[in-house]
């Protein structure tokens, strides 16, 4: 089951925070599809996802300004 | 989204949400977590400030005094309330730095009356008073109660902070033994106290309650933390339980909190203006 969490609109750190809480709810091994606004917000929430051990499936410019991410729960 | 957590508390402890140690569950173990700080003087300023910004959800402040002017060269949270009640006070500085916190203000002494019942409904204690006959009594209450306190003490420009956990390492009565002749250690109000000591003291007391909190780090269980603001030096101090300790071995002579076992000799105290 993947689970999807937009952040569009949401800047540096609350991106990570907000990720951070919501991987907490999930289960290892469950995926989660991320949308962000902001390149560097983007590389910042995917190198802090990999810090604590989770799995990066995919990190692409899906549109316009617009980065997704998926990662898989550790 | 985002769990049970408004966007304002998103926001407001995003900063130690982010740490792993701590992350979503770990504030909210924080914000179920209830401490009792015992003194709102130099020591309990800088923990109730830390403890409040921390989101610790419920603030238990005992403390009799009222502010006094001389108070404010150290005890940082009173500002503006001289002739205020002490825990009137702390409770007002905690409710602008944080609404999540409930703050419980007792204006009251911390007595051998009231001891074991105030300690029974909290998780963690932090020791700010600053005579040994309440050392005494927050430790004895702790150990009958089976419950975790932070010590601390300031005099002059040097200052400990130890903690003790219940059936875990020495209790403050393993580590001092009994109290100093009475005279020979003067009050602060003779001896003075750099202002910056009790803030520095006071924060490591609330660290080390809201790791317990967290069940994060290394506790100062066992461990006497000195520090000295003139040299600028830390050392530390190893203490063991004594094994003929009168209340935490395995034939205590103290079995209950009697008030005959608590009564301040003229000289241990500060009188009007205490010095933590």
């Avoid at chain 2, 610790?56 to 205020?84: A, K």
């Avoid at chain 2, 409930?102 to 932090?126: G, L």
Wanted: proline share 4%; charged share 25%; glycine share 8%.
């Amino acid at each position: 089951m993947t689970e999807e969490l937009d952040l569009r609109c949401e800047v540096c750190p609350y991106t990570f925070v907000k990720t951070k809480l919501k991987m907490e709810e999930m289960a290892a091994g469950e995926e989660l599809t991320i949308l962000l606004d902001d390149s560097a917000a983007t590389a910042n929430v995917s190198r802090s996802l990999k810090s604590e051990g989770h799995e990066i499936l995919d990190l692409k410019s899906v549109s316009c300004g617009v980065w997704q991410i998926v990662v898989k729960k550790a | 989204m985002s769990g049970s957590f408004t966007d304002e508390q998103i926001r407001r402890y995003s900063r130690q949400i982010i740490l792993p140690e701590v992350g979503g569950k770990g504030q909210k173990k924080l914000l179920a977590s209830r401490v009792l700080v015992i003194g709102a003087g130099g020591l309990g300023s800088s923990a109730i400030a830390y403890l409040a910004a921390a989101g610790v959800g419920t603030l238990g402040i005992i403390d009799s005094d009222m502010v006094e002017l001389s108070n404010l060269q150290r005890q940082i949270i009173h500002g503006g309330n001289i002739g205020l009640a002490k825990a009137k006070s702390a409770e007002n500085f905690v409710r602008s730095l944080n609404s999540d916190v409930e703050v419980i203000a007792y204006q009251e002494r911390f007595s051998p009356e009231n001891a074991r019942a105030m300690v029974r409904n909290y998780d963690f204690m932090i020791d700010g008073s600053d005579n040994f006959p309440t050392h005494y009594l927050i430790n004895d209450a702790c150990v009958f109660e089976e419950k975790p306190c932070s010590h601390g003490s300031i005099l002059r420009y040097e200052g400990y902070a130890t903690t003790t956990i219940p059936k875990k390492g020495p209790c403050y009565r393993c580590i001092f033994k009994r109290s100093p002749p009475s005279g020979l250690i003067p009050s602060c109000q003779e001896a003075g106290v750099f202002g910056v000591l009790p803030g520095i003291i006071g924060t490591i007391q609330a660290s080390e309650a809201l790791k317990f909190v967290l069940g994060t780090g290394q506790n100062l269980a066992g461990r006497l933390l000195c520090f000295n603001a003139l040299d600028m030096t830390f050392f530390e101090a190893s203490a063991e339980k004594r094994p003929d300790c009168i209340i935490c071995s395995e034939q205590p002579e103290i079995i209950s909190i009697e008030p005959e076992n608590y009564l301040e000799r003229t000289r241990e105290v500060c009188g009007y203006d205490r010095g933590t």
